[in-house]
């Protein structure tokens, strides 16, 4: 038990130095570090009743009448970005990590699909105890490489959701495309006129390239299509994009192998632009013609929608049902049950390591936040 809460502090301690150690003198990155520090200690917290059998024995006791949808991006097996092509690292979880993950879920859990899961609901009935759902966003290819077969070697089912622009040869998302071009950037500032407004993105350290990111990621993710990819090309500086690395997208045939009957795929749009931000026009189109595109395109129907960013509003919620999706995804904390809405359901994120992780889905968490469980 010891030796197994001391490795976790060894573990975390240099991810906290890294970051102390890549923070710049004025405290740009005062927010990051304090998130750093924050998980770190909520990983240890969970370590001595993890090893200790603890939060085992209070599953096996009280089982969850709840199911849990968690959510993934990426899943890696580099060992960093490199110059070839940064992307950005916290959308992608270790191999190693997600694996034991799976397996914990395969061991102890009731591996559910996503389908599964809203037939219950659409019912009326609970879902069976210790369901969990695994769902992937934005189909990176590292996750056909790294998490396919981890998932089909236990004959664990998985949902994909899929932005559309993906069939028309995009290789990676607009917002893995911006990260790039920045941490590349060799210039200590990038200029871009967005929408007819100058917009001035530093670049000059790796604190002031992620505040620039986010600030990209929060002002262009409602700009039209246009706008959008005017401000993409002003970034690049009229160059080629810089190489896609480990934000590469899944491509058309390499989806369309995936077994049916493990492997859900999902919509997440077209584009991957925020629909609160978005006209009712661009909204339906984003909507309605990625899941027409997908469905055509892959031979298969798709019923589900992962609101990008988790955005949504009642006007979003409505015409997604209206567009034919039987469920949607948020990213919202909590757990699902039958009177759950099921075109808001939750969905937190799963990426923590596995102490944290087994509290999560064991509903240990959940049961000391004192959550609602729907």
Known sequence: MVPHCRDEVLTLAPLCLQRVAASEPCGRDTMGLLQTYAIAGWNALWSLP?????LRHLHDRTPSPSALILMYHGVTDAAGPGDAGAYYPHFHTAAGLFRQHVELVA??????????LVGHLQSGEPPPPNSVCITLD???????????PVLEALEVPATLFVCSAVLQGARNTWYDQAYASLALSQEPAVTCTVAGNEVVLATDGPAARRASWSKACE??????LADLNGALHQLLGGQ???????????????LSRLDPGLFEIGSHTRSHRSLTRLDPADQRAELAQSRSELSEALGRPVRFLAY???HYSDAVVAMAADCGYEACLTTKYGFVDERSDPHRLNRPAGTWRLPAFAARVWG???????LNRR
Do not use: K, M
């Not at 061991?107 to 599964?116: D, E, G, H, M, V």
């Not at 934005?138 to 396919?148: G, H, I, P, Q, T």
């Not at 190489?243 to 058309?252: K, P, S, T």
């Open 50 to 54: 993890y090893y200790s059998g603890l």
């Open 107 to 116: 061991r102890t859990c009731n591996p559910i699909s996503l389908a599964s």
């Open 138 to 148: 934005d189909a990176y290819a590292n996750v056909l490489r790294c998490a396919v």
């Open 219 to 224: 002002e262009w993710q409602g700009l039209p």
């Open 240 to 254: 080629e994009p810089p190489g896609v690395g480990e934000a590469e997208l899944a491509g058309l045939e390499a």
């Open 308 to 310: 990008p960013f988790g």
């Open 364 to 370: 240990v968490e959940g049961r000391l936040r004192g």
